[in-house]
């Protein structure tokens, strides 16, 4: 299921975010590359349900929703996000990248995700699609973006 997202997004959301897509031919496409039909249901029901949160998520106005807070992970939660994951998305915090609702939809997507444990490379793409469906995240976006791709680039020799 997590290829079928990754392939969707580099491939179909990202490139072409206002273009109605055909679900029905999307599936036959999918199915023709390769991948397992439950498992293009699956990711295709993923998006459904992040999708359900571009009516739901609207711009905090309480200025202690901005402040770093600690997020302390259940036990399911810490099992599929290891250290270097939780980790990071304390950083994209710090960063401002995550706010306290994009950081809870974000770990929300993880656990539907039908993986035991996320690697922190995949962990960084499950952010980019969130980041990319939230309405209002454009900057989180380009700036997590601008991190991921362009951070060899701005190093100094």
Not at 43 to 49: D, I
Not at 113 to 124: A, H, Q, S, V, Y
């Amino acid at each position: 299921m997590f290829d079928i997202l990754i392939y969707l997004f580099e491939n179909y959301i990202h490139n072409e975010s206002r273009i109605s897509i055909d679900y029905d031919s999307l599936t036959n496409d999918l199915s023709d590359i390769g991948f397992q039909r439950r498992d293009i249901y699956n990711a295709l029901s993923w998006l459904k349900n992040l999708s359900c949160y571009k009516k739901n998520i609207i711009p905090s106005i309480n200025p202690l929703s901005n402040k770093i807070t600690i997020r302390i992970y259940t036990q399911e939660e810490s099992l599929k996000l290891n250290v270097d994951c939780r980790g990071f998305i304390l950083f994209l915090e710090q960063l401002e990248i995550l706010t306290l609702d994009t950081r809870e939809v974000i770990i929300e997507r993880i656990m539907e995700l039908d993986i035991n444990e996320l690697n922190l490379e995949d962990l960084k793409w499950i952010v980019l699609i969130v980041l990319f469906n939230v309405p209002g995240c454009e900057s989180a976006y380009h700036k997590l973006e601008n991190l991921l791709f362009n951070f060899k680039e701005d190093i100094i020799h």
